[in-house]
């Protein structure tokens, strides 16, 4: 018998590289970002249902140039033939157990509270694009940014801030807006009171805390509904007109499109070191 050329008996042996995803959609806005930041020309077959919204979207301009899902459910998926399939852990359950029964390959991402994390998701998603250069170069620029930003605050005096909204929850310890809090130049008044994750907001106690400024993001009308709240109508920050609006998408954002939100809230709470 002939003896396999080297090369051959190397092929043969060694499983192949899988060859990167060609049509992959994205199922949530999060994702979108991510993938719209790292993809190669070609590789997106459709992005989240809400991606071209900008009430949502942080990318919804960028978002205008792809096909997107008619709707966020498992049917609209597949519909365009992904090999690959970007979900996050908050999608609803029976729609990521209908793409695993579909046998679709499926990435769900499932932690995105710290900046730390996108980073490990940045590297994931390059990973199976094929496309790590591109992540850890996105990555380095990411931490030039936020270096540049903790040395403009570097010995300020943390500003108290609350999360506030419409809804009766408030942000505690461990969610995006302590990250945005930790970077920021602010103290989470919630967190320090105990608070861990999105939590009921505890009326009676809201005026011990005390926060210095309220953080929100820029709802239509967001001062005249917060007026109507009483716990929030006493706060002596609100009565003095101290309300940072942010927008929704940055306060939102579990990618690192956050950044932003960390110049802005930063800006608007220590504007003497931005001059």
């Not at 790292?38 to 792809?66: C, F, H, M, T, W």
Request: hydrophobic share 45%.
């Amino acid at each position: 018998m002939r003896r396999l050329r080297p090369l051959l008996l190397l092929a043969i042996l060694l499983p192949l590289a899988a060859a990167p995803p060609r049509r992959v959609v994205s199922q949530t806005v999060g994702t979108d970002e991510l993938l719209l930041a790292l993809a190669a020309p070609g590789q997106i077959a459709a992005l989240s249902n809400l991606g071209r919204d900008a009430r949502y979207s942080p990318v919804a301009g960028e978002a205008k140039g792809y096909p997107t899902l008619k709707d966020s459910d498992a049917e609209s998926v597949l519909s365009h033939h992904p090999d690959l399939v970007l979900a996050a852990s908050y999608t609803r359950p029976e729609t990521l157990a209908l793409l695993r029964r579909a046998g679709v390959r499926l990435l769900v991402f499932d932690h995105f509270d710290t900046l730390e994390d996108v980073y490990a998701d940045l590297r994931l998603l390059g990973r199976e694009l094929g496309r790590e250069a591109q992540a850890e170069a996105l990555i380095a620029q990411c931490r030039t940014r936020v270096a540049a930003l903790a040395r403009r605050l570097q010995g300020v005096r943390p500003v108290r801030v609350l999360a506030a909204s419409i809804y009766p929850f408030t942000a505690g310890a461990g969610t995006t807006f302590q990250d945005l809090c930790d970077h920021a130049g602010a103290l989470n008044v919630a967190a320090e009171a105990g608070l861990r994750g999105h939590q009921p907001t505890p009326t009676e106690r809201l005026l011990t805390w005390n926060p210095e400024v309220l953080v929100a993001d820029d709802e239509p009308a967001l001062r005249e509904r917060l007026a109507q709240i009483p716990s929030y109508r006493l706060l002596p920050a609100f009565r003095a007109g101290r309300l940072v609006l942010l927008p929704g998408p940055l306060m939102s954002s579990v990618s690192h499109h956050r950044i932003d939100a960390y110049e802005q809230l930063a800006r608007a709470l220590h504007p003497e070191r931005f001059r």
